[in-house]
C-alpha cells in the first residue's frame, strides 16, 4: 500500500476534525407533522436508485447531476458513507461518480447526449456531493483517491471559470466564455463544500465568482442571468439567480453588506412563496436556495440584517417554513415523490425531489454546507 506521506497525514487529520464538527452540530429534529412526509420521500429516492448507483432525469437525462442531488437528500437525513440506513446507497451513488471522473478533473461525460452541452451543472453538484462525503471515509486508500479526485475536480473548477468570474454550462474554453448565474452559485456552493472538507480552493476564484454576483446586479437589487450580455444596472433581475446569490453571499461569510441586504429586499418583493396560491417559474430550484437562506437567518437574524423592516416584513425561519412545509405535504403524489408543476417537471421527478427533500430536511443540520 502506497504511503499517505506527510500531506496525506495532513489531510486526515483534516477529515477527522470534519468528521467530529459534523457530528456536533447537528441540528433539531423534523416538526413532528412532516417526519412521514420526509420518510416517504426518502423511501421513493431510495428505491428509484439504480442497482449501479445513479439515478437519472426523464428518459435517462442529467444522470451526473441527479445522482449527486439524490445522494445529498440522503446525507440530509443523517446517514453517511460508512453507518445510517442509508449508507449503501450513498456509497453506490459515490462508487458512480468517483468512477466518473475524467483526467482533467470534470466529472461527468463531456461527450453524453444529455450531459455534454451542460456538463458544469452535473460536475458542480457532484463536487458539493462528494465534499460531503469524504470526511467519514473510514478506508485509507479510499480516501486518499477521494481527496486526490476533489483536487482535481476543485482545480477544474477554476480553470473552467470565465474571465467575468462566473461560470457557463460548460467550462469557459469549451463555451467562448460565456457565463451565467446559475452554475456560478452551483459552482461556489460546490468550493464552499470543497475547502470545508480541507480541499485547497484558491482565494482568486472566491474572489472573482464574489465580483461577478455584484456586477450582475440590477437596479432593484436582482441578479440577472448573465453577465455576458451586459451588467451594471442593465438587464433583468431574477428572483431565482437572486435568492441563489444570498446563499453565495453567506458562503463567503457575508451576512450584513449591503449587497446581501439588496439581495433579500429584492426577494421579499418578487418571490412566490409556496402555499400562497401562487407558482413562479423555477419554483422548486428558488427555494432549494431560499430556503437555505431563510434557515440560516432563524427567528431574528433577519431584523439584525435589516433594523429598519416591521413586524410584519420580518423574514423568520417558522413563519417560512409553515407555508413551504404545508405546501410540499400536500403536494407529495402517493408513492412519495413531487413532479413539479413547472421547469421541473420537464426534469422529472429525482429531481424536485431531491430539491424538497433538502429543504424539508434543513432542520437537521446534517451537513456543515447547510448549517447556521
Same mark, same amino acid.
Given at each position: 500500500?502506497?504511503? /499517505?506521506?506527510?500531506?496525506?497525514? /495532513?489531510?486526515?487529520?483534516?477529515?477527522?476534525?470534519?468528521?467530529?464538527?459534523? +457530528?456536533?452540530?447537528?441540528?433539531?429534529?423534523?416538526? #413532528?407533522?412532516?417526519?412521514?412526509?420526509? #420518510? #416517504?420521500?426518502?423511501?421513493?429516492?431510495?428505491?428509484?436508485?439504480? =442497482?449501479?448507483?445513479?439515478?437519472?432525469?426523464?428518459?435517462?437525462?442529467?444522470?451526473?447531476?441527479? +445522482?449527486?442531488?439524490?445522494?445529498?437528500?440522503?446525507?440530509?437525513?443523517?446517514?453517511?458513507?460508512?453507518?445510517?440506513?442509508?449508507?449503501?446507497?450513498?456509497? %453506490?451513488?459515490?462508487?458512480?461518480?468517483?468512477?466518473?471522473?475524467?483526467?482533467?478533473?470534470?466529472?461527468?461525460?463531456?461527450? !453524453?447526449?444529455?450531459? @455534454?452541452?451542460?456538463?458544469?451543472?452535473?460536475?458542480?453538484?457532484?463536487?458539493?456531493?462528494?465534499?460531503?462525503?469524504?470526511?467519514?471515509?473510514?478506508?485509507?486508500? %479510499?480516501?486518499?483517491?477521494?481527496?486526490?479526485?476533489?483536487?482535481?475536480?476543485?482545480?477544474?473548477?477554476?480553470?473552467?471559470?470565465?474571465?467575468?468570474?462566473?461560470?457557463?454550462?460548460?467550462?469557459?474554453?469549451?463555451?467562448?466564455?460565456?457565463?451565467?448565474?446559475?452554475?456560478? *452559485?452551483? $459552482?461556489?456552493?460546490?468550493?464552499?463544500?470543497?475547502?470545508?472538507?480541507?480541499?485547497?480552493?484558491?482565494?482568486?476564484?472566491?474572489?472573482?465568482? $464574489?465580483?461577478?454576483?455584484?456586477?450582475?446586479?440590477?437596479?432593484?437589487?436582482?441578479? $440577472?442571468?448573465? /453577465?455576458?450580455? @451586459?451588467?451594471?444596472?442593465?438587464?433583468?433581475?431574477?428572483?431565482?439567480?437572486?435568492?441563489?446569490?444570498?446563499?453565495?453571499?453567506?458562503?463567503?461569510?457575508?451576512?450584513?453588506?449591503?449587497?446581501?441586504?439588496?439581495?433579500?429586499?429584492?426577494?421579499?418583493?418578487?418571490?412566490?412563496?409556496? @402555499?400562497? @396560491? %401562487?407558482?413562479?417559474?423555477?419554483?422548486?430550484?428558488?427555494?432549494?436556495?431560499?430556503?437555505?437562506?431563510?434557515?440560516?437567518?432563524?427567528?431574528?437574524?433577519?431584523? =439584525?440584517?435589516?433594523?429598519?423592516?416591521?413586524?410584519?416584513?420580518?423574514?423568520?425561519?417558522?413563519?417560512?417554513?409553515? !407555508?413551504?412545509?404545508?405546501?410540499?405535504?400536500?403536494?407529495?403524489?402517493?408513492?412519495?415523490?413531487?413532479?413539479?408543476?413547472?421547469?421541473?417537471?420537464?426534469?422529472?421527478? *429525482?429531481?424536485?425531489?431531491?430539491?424538497?427533500?433538502? *429543504?424539508?430536511?434543513?432542520?437537521?443540520?446534517?451537513?456543515?454546507?447547510?448549517?447556521?
Amino acid at each position: 500500500m502506497r504511503s /499517505l506521506g506527510r500531506n496525506g497525514f /495532513l489531510m486526515s487529520a483534516v477529515l477527522a476534525g470534519l468528521v467530529l464538527a459534523q +457530528t456536533s452540530a447537528r441540528g433539531e429534529e423534523i416538526p #413532528k407533522e412532516y417526519q412521514e412526509t420526509v #420518510k #416517504k420521500g426518502l423511501t421513493w429516492m431510495a428505491k428509484n436508485q439504480f =442497482k449501479d448507483g445513479h439515478w437519472e432525469g426523464i428518459n435517462g437525462s442529467y444522470t451526473v447531476s441527479m +445522482t449527486a442531488l439524490g445522494g445529498m437528500t440522503l446525507l440530509c437525513e443523517g446517514s453517511t458513507i460508512r453507518e445510517g440506513k442509508y449508507r449503501d446507497n450513498i456509497r %453506490r451513488a459515490t462508487n458512480w461518480l468517483m468512477e466518473r471522473v475524467q483526467p482533467n478533473g470534470l466529472i461527468g461525460n463531456p461527450s !453524453s447526449p444529455s450531459e @455534454g452541452g451542460r456538463y458544469m451543472y452535473g460536475h458542480g453538484f457532484s463536487l458539493l456531493f462528494l465534499s460531503c462525503v469524504v470526511g467519514e471515509e473510514e478506508n485509507v486508500r %479510499r480516501r486518499e483517491k477521494l481527496v486526490e479526485l476533489l483536487e482535481k475536480a476543485a482545480k477544474f473548477t477554476h480553470d473552467a471559470q470565465t474571465n467575468r468570474g462566473g461560470w457557463g454550462y460548460v467550462s469557459a474554453r469549451d463555451g467562448s466564455n460565456f457565463d451565467e448565474g446559475s452554475v456560478t *452559485v452551483t $459552482q461556489v456552493q460546490a468550493l464552499r463544500a470543497a475547502r470545508n472538507a480541507g480541499i485547497i480552493v484558491p482565494n482568486a476564484a472566491i474572489k472573482a465568482a $464574489q465580483k461577478y454576483l455584484v456586477d450582475s446586479t440590477d437596479d432593484q437589487g436582482g441578479v $440577472q442571468y448573465s /453577465l455576458a450580455f @451586459g451588467g451594471g444596472g442593465r438587464g433583468q433581475g431574477r428572483p431565482a439567480l437572486t435568492a441563489a446569490a444570498i446563499t453565495c453571499g453567506f458562503s463567503f461569510g457575508d451576512y450584513t453588506s449591503d449587497i446581501v441586504k439588496k439581495w433579500l429586499k429584492n426577494c421579499q418583493n418578487t418571490l412566490a412563496i409556496p @402555499g400562497d @396560491g %401562487r407558482r413562479m417559474g423555477h419554483d422548486e430550484y428558488t427555494h432549494y436556495y431560499y430556503a437555505q437562506v431563510v434557515y440560516v437567518l432563524g427567528e431574528d437574524r433577519f431584523k =439584525k440584517i435589516v433594523p429598519e423592516a416591521t413586524s410584519s416584513d420580518s423574514l423568520t425561519w417558522t413563519k417560512y417554513r409553515k !407555508s413551504v412545509f404545508d405546501d410540499y405535504k400536500s403536494t407529495q403524489a402517493a408513492d412519495g415523490s413531487w413532479g413539479g408543476g413547472g421547469w421541473g417537471q420537464g426534469i422529472g421527478p *429525482v429531481y424536485v425531489t431531491a430539491m424538497h427533500l433538502t *429543504v424539508l430536511q434543513l432542520d437537521k443540520a446534517a451537513l456543515p454546507i447547510y448549517q447556521r
